[in-house]
């Protein structure tokens, strides 16, 4: 077995909440427990990341807190560079804005630079709104795909839908995308739009939070909703064509 | 906004420890505390069912929980009829035998059921091998595809390994599979043949255990490395081409 240098520090990916909830609510004790022993944090967002800090480690002075800056403007020496206090045998955090680092959000190419280097990389318990979409969504979840957002441009957009649509029907592959929020009720329109009536879709929106709304229907039924409440709340939409589901699993 | 019935029960999807440690290392409170207040849970396995809940919910006595069997021997209709308990206003839980139902173990179709009655579906927070692994790998977790397990034919499993790699390549998707553990150390021999050697791959054994081993290397460095540690122990392979994923990153 290859062993790695254990007097090297470790790198820490912590979930954090998708809403304005207390991490308690969302993170394990042992979690907690680990944000409150660490000082060193890459994060996306300092202002989010600051806010998070003081109501899961209130004892911890703010001062005390390293916040390195994981965001657009952020160079590969400079994300290559935060990794030096883990050779120096200090553990170091990441923290997205809002659910798992490097899912769907930054924070993979630092996780890719510490196995360059040996570091060793905790993924920790949390909160994702993709997992618990595809839990929620009745989907197979032997078999998925998450394709990100959707294009903008016309063309691209109806030619993605369609290919997804395709693929959910020939491999039995639920299809999965996140939408800007403000922009949910015209996407919920180019699916009702490009889809087949007897498609499945389903629409996870404000997943972990008191104001949760999961619903998987028809395209046909979808037609039919006032879906005016989707706007602008947090979304993930997943397609499957449904009849492949008891085929396709494997106990 | 369309309101579902209040008078009804909901469906609680439980993420189960993924090893032999205790549920309360791996939980929030939150959903402990639910674990305790719920009798009816639908079960893959009902050996494995009542040790979780031993330990998740010691003060409840054994002959208090009503577990309904869900596995390759359960049919539609009694999936469906388990949901009758929902419909008397009673929550009902499902556990699978490690990690999430539903989520490359069973559990999808109730889900689905319980959407098709209106019956809200609350999936909760917790262990899920596919998730730590993405998220620990350094690859994109802006695109993705889980396919499950490779195909045991020799000539369907060389061509899903350069299909995977392909799309890795072509669309910066990060490819995930999951295997039976005593296969593990074939699979990565059949990595090691098909796949280029700059081509990244990363194994992620015993998620969330203490024995957690995450690496990622080129196929080139794998073939340089003593694997046999791998054999028997759960793990999930995933693929990346590496180069694009700077420019994958949306912010």
């Known amino acids: ?9 470790g790198l820490y990916l912590i979930p954090t909440p998708l809403g304005d909830q207390d991490p308690s609510e969302v993170l394990t004790p042992h979690v907690l427990t680990l944000v409150q022993r660490l000082r060193h944090l890459v994060v996306e967002n300092e ?6 800090l003081k109501a899961a480690a209130p004892l911890v002075p703010q ?19 935060y990794l030096e206090v883990c050779t120096k045998g200090i ?14 959000d930054p924070g993979a190419d630092l996780v890719g630079y510490a196995h360059q280097r040996q570091i060793s990389v905790y993924p920790l318990i949390g ?10 969504s009745g989907f197979s979840g032997q078999r998925f795909v998450f394709h990100g957002y ?19 029907q020939t491999a039995g592959e639920t299809q999965m995308w996140i939408e800007t929020p403000y922009r949910n009720l015209a996407l919920l329109q180019d699916f009702c739009q490009q889809l087949q009536e007897t498609t499945l879709l389903c629409i996870a929106c404000d997943l972990s939070l008191p104001t949760q709304w999961i619903q998987t229907k028809s395209i046909g039924l979808w037609k039919k909703t006032d879906a005016a409440f989707l706007q602008k709340r947090p979304a993930i939409f997943l397609v499957s064509a449904g009849q492949l589901k008891r085929k396709d699993f494997s106990f």
Do not use: H, N
């Open 47 to 52: 202002k989010s990341a600051r806010k998070f």
């Open 91 to 104: 553990d170091l955090g990441v923290l997205s804005e809002a659910g798992c680092p490097g899912i769907a």
């Open 150 to 168: 959707l294009p903008i441009d016309k063309a691209a957009r109806k030619a993605g839908i369609k290919q997804a649509e395709k693929t959910a």
């Open 1 to 9: 077995m290859t062993e790695r240098d254990s007097s090297m520090g």
């Open 63 to 81: 001062s005390e807190w390293i916040l390195y800056p994981m965001d657009k403007y952020t160079d590969t020496e400079a994300l290559k560079s």
């Open 127 to 136: 909160p994702s709104s993709l997992l618990l979409a595809l839990m929620g």
